[in-house]
């Protein structure tokens, strides 16, 4: 199963001490790995369909990065052999311009029929792979319901895309999606693990979907409820701004 | 009774237009003025116990400052005194430290009941006026939440709840804005805020105001507390609302 890495931060910050240890720990997945980040308000990606993890050493460029890139808000993806990619562009994250944001997204998961989904907007995501249409038709959602009623609540709008494609692809997710000021992070099935750093290293959320954690530290466990439809988390900077489950919102 | 501004955008903006705009629109406020705004994640705030706006005129720092603030989130107030003394510490907005970061806070209306309130850990020693006192009730409602809710307490909720609580329990007029800068919260449950999205005619980012016809002739929609709900309550990041609930 692939795996997932964010932060976010109230400054540009650098994930140097948990990016390699994340690779580390996600070395089962052997088919490439991605970084993503903004700078000035634009995504940057940095992937490759290369191991992250060979010969008992994080993948060089990996290591490098992990040390360069600084941003509020860094998503990482390792993928497995399931994840069906082999080429670089296969690779997560993908980015897609919408609703005057940049947006980044990455996924974990198995999901039936959305590998058929047909965009309505443009840009497609050129690759063959489901994750791309997941991240399609969460904006062609997002799109449906703000274009025209630009002052609706953009955390509701989330809440509902995520139960219509509940509704219509059942399956497994677990995802982030994140533009340059707030993260969503939703997951139905495993969990994601939540640190809160202090001040003194940087005062930013990690979350990973590493079951330990990446560190000594008290990681908290964020699971689906059993029959709910899952748990959304919204982070702006160092704070959780909201974190529940879709069924329940309090966000509608 | 005092207006607020506030501007938020994804980047850094300055609000040259709209501020000046807002003084002049809000002339009644004759009691000081203030604006706040971070950098770097510092909170700083500039203010005065002079009018912003007088006989066809800007406070001169008033129209400096509006041309060179630069932040994600400025929020301004023009004051007219309903509560505590006219002088510089009693103008908004107020600067309060809380879970390791810097809180700005301005608040519009009348809520005398609060002036009694007493916080053991948040105090704004020199300002004695319902505002102030909002803004350490708040800080304490959202702290009690942290403690209740353990390992991940969301920021909305407590916000959410401890602003419903503060209509319960010390009944007023209460219009506030309340940033850490990483997001904006804006509650009312009197008066109206009016929000504007990309600007043709002042800045960009988000735009919002008590005014009531806005600071332009562009099309403002507003927000105001619906009927039986206690309050209005927003989550602001830059140009979106992110979340929003009526309480």
Redesign the interface.
């Known amino acids: 199963m692939c795996d997932i890495f964010a932060l976010s931060a109230g400054v540009n910050y650098t994930a140097q001490q948990y990016l390699p240890i994340f690779a580390e720990k996600s070395k089962r997945n052997m088919s490439g790995w991605g970084i993503g980040f903004f700078r000035d308000n634009e995504a940057f990606i940095e992937k490759s369909a290369e191991k992250v993890y060979d010969g008992e050493q994080v993948h060089e460029s990996f290591q490098r990065l992990a040390r360069v890139v600084d941003s509020r808000i860094i998503v990482s993806h390792i993928s497995c052999p399931l994840s069906g990619g082999r080429h670089t562009a296969h690779n997560h994250p993908f980015s897609l311009s919408f609703l005057d944001h940049v947006w980044l997204f990455v996924h974990v998961g198995l999901i039936d029929g959305i590998a058929d989904y047909m965009t309505t907007n443009e840009p497609k995501i050129d690759v063959d792979v489901y994750p791309a249409r997941v991240f399609e038709y969460l904006r062609d959602q997002l799109m449906s319901y703000l274009r025209y009623t630009p002052y609706g609540s953009l955390g509701a709008s989330v809440v509902k895309a995520i139960r219509n494609m509940l509704a219509e692809y059942p399956g497994r997710y677990a995802f982030v999606l994140a533009n340059e000021s707030v993260l969503f992070a939703f997951c139905n099935f495993r969990q994601f693990m939540l640190l809160r750093e202090s001040a003194s290293f940087g005062n930013s959320l990690v979350l990973t979907s590493i079951k330990e954690g990446l560190s000594d530290n008290e990681w908290i466990s964020i699971s689906p409820e059993p029959d709910t439809l899952g748990k959304l988390l919204v982070a702006a900077g160092p704070d959780v701004l909201y974190l529940g489950d879709v069924a329940h919102g309090s966000l509608l | 009774m005092c207006d607020l501004f506030a501007l938020s955008a994804?980047?850094n903006y300055s609000a040259p237009r709209s501020l000046p705009i807002f003084a002049a629109k809000a002339g009644r406020n004759l009691d000081g003025w203030g604006i706040g705004f971070f950098r770097?994640?510092r909170a700083y705030v500039e203010k005065s116990a002079d009018r912003a706006y007088h006989e066809g005129r800007f406070h001169d720092s008033f129209q400096r400052l509006a041309r060179v603030v630069s932040s994600k989130f400025i929020v301004a107030h023009v004051r007219l005194r309903t509560s505590g003394p006219i002088d510089e510490c009693h103008a908004h907005p107020f600067i309060l430290q809380f879970?390791?970061?810097d809180w700005i806070f301005a608040h519009n209306g009348k809520a005398p009941a609060i002036e009694a309130y007493r916080s053991d850990k948040f105090r704004l020693e020199d300002a004695v006026s319902d505002s102030a006192r909002t803004f350490e009730y708040l800080l304490d409602g959202i702290a009690a939440r942290d403690t209740e809710s353990g390992?991940?307490?969301?920021?909305?909720?407590a916000v959410a709840d401890t602003s419903r609580r503060l209509v319960e329990e010390y009944p007023g007029n209460y219009n506030y804005l309340l940033t850490?800068?990483?997001?904006l919260f804006a509650f009312s449950n009197h008066r109206q805020f009016l929000?504007l999205?990309?600007s043709k005619q002042l800045e960009g980012g988000l735009l919002l105001t008590t005014l009531e016809h806005g600071l332009s002739e562009e099309s403002w929609?507003r927000?105001a507390k619906e009927k039986e709900s206690a309050g209005v309550l927003m989550?602001i990041?830059?140009?979106?609302?992110?979340?929003?609930?009526n309480l």
Do not use: H
């Open positions: 994804a980047t770097k994640n879970r390791e970061q390992d991940a307490p969301s920021l909305f909720r850490n800068g990483s997001v929000l999205k990309g929609t927000f989550a990041l830059g140009s979106d609302i992110l979340l929003k609930e």
